[in-house]
């Protein structure tokens, strides 16, 4: 199930990760804003760190299963689709 997706880190089996880069704070916000919208989509809210002002931290897991289900998977996949 992991192994579809690229760039993203496992945390202790419970969580994934990832950290994407941009230009500016304008360009990562608009990232976060974008993200944030498909989180209410999908009903599945990652965690969502903008760090350094151009780098935006994202970490899914599904609390309520304790790790990583197919939803933060497909959350992902679309996540990485937001940022070509």
Do not use: C, Q
Request: no cysteine; net charge negative.
């Amino acid at each position: 199930m992991l192994s579809n997706l690229e760039n993203w880190d496992v945390v202790e089996d419970k969580a994934i990760t990832r950290i994407f880069v941009f230009r500016d704070f304008t360009e990562a916000l608009g990232f976060v804003n974008k993200v944030g919208d498909l989180a209410e989509r999908y009903n599945h809210h990652p965690d969502i760190h903008l760090v350094e002002y151009k780098k935006v931290k994202i970490v899914l897991t599904t609390h309520s299963a304790g790790g990583i289900t197919e939803k933060d998977i497909t959350l992902a996949k679309e996540i990485d689709k937001l940022s070509v």
